[in-house]
């Protein structure tokens, strides 16, 4: 199994742009987390589906951020309208149900200029 | 409300010294608690869990309930140690909640 995959690996965009994040969870995991890493912020939930439904989006900043998972192999984290304050590094990771632990992606780097 | 607070966010010891990585935590249940490492530039890996009590790689960690704490300890540093550590707290529901993190430098 190739774990968890995310792309892009890296974003530069401009402000006000959309930015679309990817995600392919591990084959047989049935809970799928959007994090943001931050130097001033650490580790932050943003939100996380379990069975492709979204249980918990409270850690979501605001409205410019959407999540998907339309299947149980792929998620998405939408950005809309992009700010430089978004700069980050976005990452995805899943866990099967009952498991010990959560399986983290590469993440993906984004700068917002 | 679930906390975990890492209160070093550098630390710096030399090859072969001991190293302690400080957690601790804020849950009113029984929580899991695990220790995530970083290496440069790579994603996030389980280093390990308090309910395992294994070691790995050296490290262990032993959660103390009466003071909250689940510090994570290594006899004798080595240089390939040095990475971004994170403890984390599952609490009831499937949500992990990460310290900070602390930025461990072993200088040889």
């Known amino acids: 199994d190739a774990g968890v995959i995310q792309s892009p690996r890296h974003e530069v965009t401009e402000m006000g742009q959309e930015v679309t994040l990817r995600c392919k969870p591990i084959?047989?995991?049935?809970?799928l987390f959007w994090y943001r890493q931050t130097m001033m912020r650490g580790l932050e939930l943003l939100i996380y589906?379990?069975?492709?439904?979204?249980?918990?989006d409270s850690g979501m900043p605001e409205d410019r951020f959407s999540a998907k998972m339309p299947n149980a192999s792929f998620s998405t984290l939408k950005i809309q309208p992009s700010e430089p304050r978004d700069s980050a590094v976005y990452f995805c990771?899943?866990?099967?149900?009952?498991?010990?632990?959560?399986?983290f992606g590469p993440g993906t780097r984004l700068l917002v200029l | 409300a679930q906390r975990v607070t890492q209160p070093e966010k550098l630390l710096s010891v030399f090859k072969g010294a001991p190293v302690e990585l400080k957690c601790n935590y804020s849950?009113?249940?029984?929580?899991?608690l695990f220790w995530y490492v970083q290496y440069s530039r790579q994603r996030l890996q389980l280093l390990l869990r308090?309910?395992s009590r294994e070691s790995i790689k050296g490290f262990t960690a032993d959660l103390n309930k009466g003071e909250t704490s689940f510090h994570l300890k290594k006899p004798f540093a080595q240089e390939e140690d040095s990475a971004m550590y994170y403890c984390?707290?599952?609490?009831?529901?499937?949500?992990?909640?990460f310290g900070k993190g602390t930025k461990l430098t072993v200088n040889p």
């Open positions: 990771a899943s866990r099967r149900t009952g498991g010990e632990t959560q399986y």
């Open positions: 984390a707290l599952q609490g009831g529901s499937e949500k992990l909640v």
């Open positions: 084959s047989g995991h049935n809970s």
């Open positions: 308090h309910i």
């Open positions: 589906f379990n069975n492709n439904v979204p249980i918990d």
């Open positions: 849950y009113s249940g029984s929580p899991e």
